[in-house]
């Protein structure tokens, strides 16, 4: 079991636009067949984690809820659940709901989806063991980072999915 930040970034570290918005990675030619895709790596997903960001970005342009592993939504707002999913709205911190978390994956990875904040707090707690990066052929030039803290990393594996340079490291947690 790890916990693994898996996403696509631009060439130029940003996640989404300043608006939040991914139009930028649905544009781009990605063979989900090829090495170190979505459908291999979310085989061993048991649970998510994803930021207020990102679960408000999925509920407005998806039509159903995609997921039926458990989901854990860090916000301090209220927030509409999908029906007959198991979505968790949390608050605090990422050390005080680990445990929890980690105990709904059942043996299985915990998928960090989003966003970068998230992900730097995951790490910061001592949570996150690896990233992985699809880098697409694409510069924003602003929004929303891959990252928001320093982080030292191993490189893990290194591939070419069409256009993207894909990547896995391993977070080396006493840099």
């Not at 992900?119 to 707690?125: E, G, L, P, T």
Request: hydrophobic content about 40%; overall charge negative.
């Amino acid at each position: 079991m790890a916990t693994i930040f898996y996403t696509a970034s631009t060439l130029d570290g940003f996640l989404a636009t300043e608006d939040h918005s991914l139009e930028w990675l649905m544009r781009q030619d990605f063979d989900q067949e090829g090495p170190m895709a979505y459908p291999a790596f979310v085989q061993n997903v048991g649970a998510l984690v994803m930021g207020r960001s990102t679960y408000e970005w999925l509920r407005e342009h998806e039509d159903k809820w995609g997921y039926s592993q458990p989901t854990w939504v860090f916000t301090h707002q209220d927030l509409p659940l999908p029906d007959g999913a198991d979505v968790r709205i949390v608050g605090g911190s990422v050390s005080e709901n680990f445990e929890s978390i980690e105990a709904s994956a059942q043996g299985k990875d915990v998928w960090v989806v989003g966003g970068g904040d998230l992900a730097s707090q995951f790490a910061a707690a001592g949570h996150l063991d690896e990233i992985w990066v699809q880098f697409a052929p694409v510069m924003l030039g602003n929004g929303q980072p891959l990252f928001t803290q320093e982080l030292d990393l191993e490189l893990v594996e290194l591939a070419q999915n069409r256009a993207f340079v894909c990547t896995r490291y391993r977070v080396l947690k006493n840099a």
